[in-house]
């Protein structure tokens, strides 16, 4: 029989290596914190210091050149060329983080980056770069405090052949987990925010304004769980926001990161923004072709002057399927059309959309472009007014209203605040809609029971930061 003396000497032996293992795994995680560092970056440093708050870098280049996981550089007020990250990669517990302070500005694009974007030929032999911040084939990176502005609209060379295409604020391509935060991205070239091929995206909290060309927000290519929230987006030529899942790019490198490129982005939430003044040019508020499953909540859309939501398919491998348009504030602009838009295939031939099956290259073997409509989708508890009386709450296609093909679920819309006014399409124009009342709309599709009509108040201004 074991005594009692040797059983307590078991025990202090057995707490006493807990103890040191305790004390090891301590120093180790001590370790590697210390290895985190913080870099400053001033419009006085000097590259060839050392990065610290009193001998900052000058650029941001230099910067982005020396982080690794866990790093945060610290950029001051100030005027700034852009930057490029690439293949940077940062983790859950220790991102890479780059925080501006008020004031801090990058008025010119960033350096030409080894890795570059696709573009519609799916090679780039751009002479001059345009974009503002870029990150490539990274992780775990968040951008915070930072206005970009101004970057160049697009150019041509004496022969008319392209030298770019025109630049973004922020330029992402072929990442995930990128956090984009407080930033403003006013009067670019093409786009606010752009991002291609990169899953677990969280744009929130910035203001993406006045694009010249395009959209406020662009979330582009197969990609999955986008969230945009809280964001200002406004005056953009085309859309406010856009989500184009298109099925006519391929990406190796998405690949090789686990990523499937499959022509459809799921699970994106959009939430809680404030989107006015957009789409001159076209486009919607919140315009979105091959995304399914995906939540649209709480935005408010003021003066908006193409679509407010539109749920489509013209590049997409599929159509925007299954998805949730809940709570939402839309009042359309006496020159929009209408507060909704779902829409199918325009020219679908057979079972293919041949706007979704245009590979830049002839190699590139993917999923062909199906036709499925933009079906199961759900309108519920929106304001849907229109200034236009020519147009109205909710605009959609035969074969959207139909039962959808994955599950089953049927388009549903209800609870709404409406105009008299809604149309069942035939055509990308309007000349062969089906303009249809209240009652009519309810007669025939059996939908907005519970919905009620009301007048367009005159739309509010929208005071600009």
């Not at 050149?65 to 859950?92: H, I, M």
């Not at 990176?141 to 922020?170: N, S, T, W, Y």
């Amino acid at each position: 029989m074991v005594g009692w003396g040797t059983l307590r000497r078991g025990h202090i032996m057995k707490e006493r290596g807990t103890i040191t293992m305790a004390a090891g795994l301590a120093m180790l995680l001590g370790r590697s914190t210390a290895l985190a560092a913080t870099y400053h970056v001033a419009p006085g440093g000097d590259d060839a210091a050392v990065g610290s708050a009193a001998r900052p870098f000058r650029t941001l280049q230099r910067a982005a050149n020396q982080v690794k996981a866990g790093d945060t550089v610290r950029v001051a007020p100030g005027d700034y060329d852009g930057f490029s990250l690439e293949n940077k990669a940062g983790t859950r517990e220790r991102p890479i983080v780059f925080l501006a302070a008020p004031g801090a500005r990058v008025v010119r694009p960033g350096p030409l980056p080894e890795n570059l974007p696709l573009n519609v030929t799916h090679t780039t032999s751009w002479p001059k770069w345009p974009h503002g911040l870029y990150v490539w084939g990274s992780s775990h990176v968040r951008i915070e405090g930072f206005e970009v502005v101004g970057m160049p609209p697009a150019e041509l060379d004496a022969k008319l052949g392209p030298v770019h295409r025109g630049g973004a604020g922020i330029f992402v391509q072929v990442s995930d987990h990128i956090t984009l935060r407080r930033n403003r991205a006013d009067d670019n070239g093409r786009w606010g925010i752009f991002t291609s091929f990169t899953d677990d995206l969280l744009v929130e909290d910035n203001e993406c304004s006045r694009s010249r060309s395009e959209h406020g927000i662009y979330v582009s290519n197969s990609a999955d769980r986008p969230i945009i929230r809280r964001n200002h987006v406004w005056g953009n030529q085309r859309s406010g926001i856009q989500i184009n899942a298109d099925n006519n790019f391929d990406s190796p490198a998405y690949r090789v990161r686990g990523g499937v490129v499959d022509g459809i982005v799921t699970g994106a939430v959009i939430e809680d923004n404030l989107i006015h003044d957009n789409g001159a040019g076209g486009g919607a508020a919140i315009n979105l072709d091959g995304v399914q499953d995906s939540l649209i909540r709480r935005n408010i859309l003021l003066d908006n002057h193409a679509w407010g939501v539109a749920l489509y398919q013209i590049d997409g491998a599929e159509g925007s399927r299954r998805n949730r348009v809940l709570d939402n504030t839309i009042l359309m602009a006496d020159d929009a059309r209408h507060a909704v838009q779902i829409a199918s295939c325009e020219a679908p031939v057979s079972s293919t959309c041949p706007t979704g099956n245009r590979p830049p290259i002839p190699e590139w073997i993917r999923p062909p472009s199906r036709v499925t409509g933009s079906t199961g989708n759900v309108i519920l508890r929106n304001t849907l007014l229109n200034a236009n009386a020519e147009r109205g709450s909710i605009r959609i296609d035969a074969v959207s209203l139909a039962a959808d093909g994955g599950n089953g679920a049927r388009f549903w819309s209800d609870f709404n605040r409406v105009v008299d006014r809604f149309a069942i399409s035939t055509t990308p124009g309007f000349e062969g809609d089906r303009v249809l009342s209240l009652d009519e709309w309810r007669l025939v599709t059996g939908q907005d029971r519970c919905s009620h009509r009301s007048d367009v108040p005159g739309l509010p201004g929208v005071r600009r930061r």
